[in-house]
């Protein structure tokens, strides 16, 4: 029974520091100010959106996704 | 009886504490000793302080987190909405569907793009994987997986393979051929085993190694070819629902989210959790890298979405309305990063401007809730799967 609580609490001690050394890895991590990173992704935006047919439509006769029009011609 | 027989009832005097008790062999740097049970206990955490209790490092561990609070706190200077002010705001969106396919018998859970920006894998309940041309809405392959519930599925970056899994635990990669007389089912290799359902999957950069997440709780590397397990990422303590790899240029990370509200960064070379955010109030349903590799964004239960940014290590974006509140199943971005798409249990589509934090359309069209969603390679479509048995373009 002993051996039963003993093995419990070491391995939620084990999991216990685990975590403390996870959490001060993370601590230690180097940070960017949220307006530089807020910047960052502006600018990425900005350099992509030219090429985003989403946001600039492409000419409907380079879409791949026009709805087809078949044309028959009178022979 | 008691089937201890390893403990030996020697009485005697321990090696530690010198006290008459009742002794345990114990091993301490290859010497045997005679422990009583007391210091026994105590040799088993070794290593640490005197004072080091299980509550002290509890303790530790909460104030540990605070300290990471206030580190971030710290760089909060200004929201991203405000620097988006400058911004010109994006005109009105007209988005219609192009393409519905039609043909699964059931919910359809997932699906994705090939590379070549025109086909498509999806997968549903009923246990059917089905290759489309999405520009003809032909049926190019079709599996019938042994289980049911498909839940993931991924298309090689080469085209020459997909990969699927569910409720089977495994995940399973099927290569692809166009000849007709070969049957698909009987060229599949399993190539994970988790101990509970796949949830999600992705191809790594080469068609050699995939990348899972599972209800287990843990996400997994494994190599195709032997289907051996080249890294496992343990972390979560609840299932992992979804992950996606950072694209390319920015190197070996990926994100997962899971049903313990947090979503963690990880390094995939040596299995370590880089970063974790729990900002959520209910289980995080799909995740996103925005295409820069600096931020992802997560949709969750909670009916809202929100961005990461990995630098600032912080939220830094909301995307929520009072009027929703149905959790968000699936989100992804468009080419530039400007556009947020997200599915809802609500049957809608909500497109949010990622920089101003607001939304810019609502889409119509699926008969119940959007379970998927994946913006095409080149960006000129995406695709949305649906519990109504659809996939809409």
Redesign the interface.
Known sequence: M??GM?NN??T??SQ??K??E??????C?D????????????A???A????????IP?PVSE?????KKFFCTIL | MCD?TF?VNVFGSCDKCLKQRALRPVFKKSQQLSYC?IC??IM??DG?HEN???AA??S??ES??G??EE??AK??????HQ??ER?EA?GQFV?KT??TLKGHGNKVLCMDWCKD??RMVSSSQDGKVIVWD??TTNKEHAVTMPCTWVMACAYAPSGCAIACGGLDNKCSVYPLTFDKNENMAAKKKSVAMHTNYLSACSFTNSDMQILTASGDGTCALWDVESGQLLQSFH?HTADVLCLDLAPSETGNTFVSGGCDKKAMVWDMRSG?????FETHESDINSVRY???G??FASGSDDATCRLY?L????E?AIYSKESILFGASSVDF??????LFAGYNDYTINVWD??KGSRVSILFGHENRVSTLR?SP?????CSGSWDHTLR?
């Not at chain 1, 960017?32 to 990173?37: D, E, G, L």
């Open positions: 002993k051996e003993s609490s070491t939620s001690i216990a520091r975590a403390v996870q959490l001060k890895m993370e601590a991590m940070r960017v100010k949220v307006s530089q990173a807020a910047a960052d992704l502006l990425y935006c900005e992509h959106v030219r090429e985003d047919p989403l946001i492409v879409n791949p996704f026009r709805e | 201890q403990l049970s026994a206990e088993a955490t640490l080091e209790t299980l490092l509890k530790e561990a540990l987190k300290k990471l580190e971030r760089l909060h200077d200004v929201e991203l620097v988006a911004v994006l988005m192009r393409r920006k025109r999405s520009f972390g370590q959790r880089v970063q974790a925005y295409p820069s600096d931020a940014d630098r600032a290590d912080r830094v468009s080419l530039s990063g400007r556009l990622v920089l913006v080149d960006g000129t479509a995406f373009v």
